[in-house]
Every structure is written in structure tokens, then in C-alpha cells.
């Protein structure tokens, strides 16, 4: 017995906007590596050209079931062939809002480059200024412009608890009368432990100064030096402080120069604190290249250590390998002269 299947049409539901990405399977349900639509609404999601666009957009047309069942009425709980309890209809409602444009965004950029390799041809062409909309930062992406702090070590307190109230202890002023300011026993002073939070050791807490007016303290000028940087202070420093000291006092008894009758002293009293200082950067320069051969030195002599070394457990093993040949071959030798001896 033959039996039909009638199509029909509903009313038109209205069009919804969502993406659906979880289709669903006679065997079972499962859920995609990605939405139907993305190439649609996801901005970071991006195909290399045209035809792609164009194959994903059937794609997400045929994934989408267009077939609706529209129970009837009247044979609602019939299983009878001829009397069907649904009919089937091919639905027309696109989930996609007309207003998303279903366009390729690939032709901007094409438009784009084009642009910018005609203004590398041809100079007398202007580059079109882009204009960019409006990020309304006060209006309605003022969220996207905020963000929570990012604590690491900060404990959250429960919601049930309540902080104290801080006792604060009145404060009584002195009385007028009293002629001397007592001093108190305790005092609040700067200081730093040796701990830290992490591992990496900064450097140690130096207390703030106060410099006096028209004095300049010798122990500001060390102030290049920090530590494990010249701090703390060996012997090459206590040099350096030294020569900084005779390098002031020499400054100390130039002339001055607005003294014109004694400009020639005072320059060549400079020339001969130049020559000393080129004589003593030329010496340092030569204790350096004195300190870098003796290291060079070393390591020749801990290189042909290693080499000679080397070569002796390569001597001894061919040593103990023709060894080795030679007890065998007497051995050899002996059974031979050993089972003559018997056949005789």
C-alpha cells in the first residue's frame, strides 16, 4: 500500500540570531571543532580567499537541518502507514539576521594593498586617510577599557567575616604648663631585614640624608659604587678613593681662571695631570693584559693536560688489545705443541 507524505508550510517564526555549533545525530550527539558561522560573526576568524568563503557558507548551510516534523492533529498518536502522525515541511527561516553581511572581507584588504603598491610606483599619489570609528571609551565599550587588578598574593576573606573595629586610643595633649619635652623611650627607625620574598637579593637599604648647604660629603661620591659592584670595598677601591682624594686636592690648588696672568701655569699643571692619568690608565691596561695571559696560560696548560691524558688511555688500551692478541695466539701455540706431544 502506497502512502504520501504532504509538505506543508507554517507560519514564518521569527529570525534568530544565535549560531547554533551542537549538532545532534540519530547516533548520538557530538560537538564540532568550530561554529557553523564563524566566518560570519568571529573577527579572528579567517579564511585565505573567496572560494574558501564561499565553501564555508555552503557548508554551514547543508550542516544546518532544514527539515521540520509538524505534528497533526487529528492522527497525533496514530502508528498506522497511511494516517501519519507528522508531515514533513522544508523550513525557510535563515538564522542569520539580514543585516550580517555575508560578503567576503578579504576585498578590503586586496583594495588596500593595491593602494599601497600604487603609492610605491607612483609618487604623485596620495594615500586616502583611513578613518576609524568612533571607540565611544565613555559610552558603551567604556567596560572594555577596565580590567581587575591582578593580585597574586592577595587573600580573599570569606563572606561571612567581619572586620573589628580599630580601637584607636584618645589623644591627650600636653599641658601648657611643662617646661621640658620628655623624650620618649621608643622610636620608629628605618629599617630592612636580610629576607625576602623571593630568591633575588637586592640591594641593601640605605637610609634617606639630608645634605648640608654649601657642603659636599666625601661619602657622596662613592655613591657610583654599589653592591657587588666595587661594594664591598677591596683593595682596588681604597685606590681609587685615594687618587679621588689627591685628584681634589690638586683641583684645590689650581689657579683661577679668571686670573689671566696665571693661565699658563694652570694649563700646564692640566697637562701634567693628563700625562699622569694616561700613565696610569696605561698600566692598568697592562696589569689587565698581564692578568688575561697568565688565565690564557692556564687553560693552554689544563688544555694539554687533558690531551696528554687523552693519549695515555688510548696507549693503554691498544696496549692491553695486543696484549690480549699475543697471550692468545702462545696459548694457542701451547695446546698445538701440547697435543702434538700426545699423538707422538
Not at 548520538?28 to 571543532?33: E, L, Q, R
Not at 580601637?167 to 628605618?190: C, D, N, Q, R
Not at 699643571?269 to 690608565?281: D, L, S, T, V, Y
Request: proline share 6%.
Amino acid at each position: 500500500m502506497s502512502h504520501a507524505v504532504t509538505i506543508e508550510e507554517p507560519q514564518a517564526q521569527p529570525q534568530v540570531s544565535q549560531t547554533r555549533y551542537r549538532e545532534r545525530s540519530r547516533a548520538g550527539s557530538h560537538i564540532s571543532s568550530n561554529r557553523a558561522y564563524d566566518f560570519l560573526y568571529d573577527p579572528l576568524f579567517i579564511v585565505s580567499s573567496e572560494k574558501d568563503h564561499t565553501q564555508a557558507n555552503i557548508q554551514a548551510t547543508l550542516i544546518r537541518s532544514r527539515l521540520r516534523k509538524v505534528p497533526r492533529f487529528k492522527t497525533m498518536f496514530s502508528n498506522l502507514i497511511h494516517y501519519p502522525r507528522y508531515s514533513l515541511y522544508w523550513s525557510k527561516s535563515d538564522p542569520v539576521p539580514p543585516f550580517i553581511s555575508r560578503e567576503w572581507k578579504g576585498h578590503k584588504e586586496k583594495h588596500r594593498e593595491a593602494l599601497q603598491q600604487l603609492t610605491t610606483t607612483d609618487a604623485s599619489f596620495q594615500m586616502p586617510k583611513e578613518v576609524y570609528e568612533d571607540p565611544e571609551v565613555t559610552g558603551k565599550n567604556r567596560y572594555k577599557y577596565f580590567e581587575r587588578p591582578f593580585l597574586p598574593f592577595f587573600q580573599q576573606m570569606p563572606f561571612n567575616v567581619v572586620y573589628a573595629v580599630s580601637k584607636a586610643e584618645p589623644y591627650t595633649f600636653p599641658p601648657t604648663s611643662t617646661k621640658h619635652l620628655s623624650i620618649p623611650s621608643k622610636s620608629t627607625v628605618g629599617s630592612q631585614t636580610d629576607y625576602r620574598d623571593a630568591d633575588v637579593q637586592t640591594d641593601p637599604y640605605s637610609p634617606e640624608y639630608v645634605v648640608c648647604q654649601d657642603s659636599i660629603p666625601e661619602l657622596l661620591t662613592l655613591a657610583t659604587l654599589t653592591w657587588g659592584r666595587g661594594l664591598p670595598a677591596g683593595q682596588a677601591e681604597v685606590e681609587m678613593i685615594e687618587r679621588a682624594r689627591e685628584k681634589r686636592a690638586w683641583e684645590a690648588t689650581l689657579p683661577a681662571l679668571s686670573d689671566t696672568s696665571q693661565f699658563e701655569k694652570r694649563r700646564k699643571m692640566m697637562n701634567e695631570m693628563e700625562r699622569k692619568e694616561w700613565a696610569f690608565r696605561e698600566q692598568e691596561i697592562e696589569k689587565l693584559q698581564e692578568i688575561r695571559l697568565e688565565v690564557l696560560k692556564e687553560l693552554l696548560r689544563k688544555r694539554e693536560e687533558n690531551q696528554n691524558e687523552v693519549n695515555m688511555k688510548h696507549l693503554n688500551a691498544r696496549w692491553s688489545k695486543l696484549q690480549e692478541g699475543k697471550e692468545a695466539k702462545m696459548a694457542k701455540i701451547q695446546r698445538t705443541h701440547v697435543s702434538s706431544n700426545g699423538v707422538v
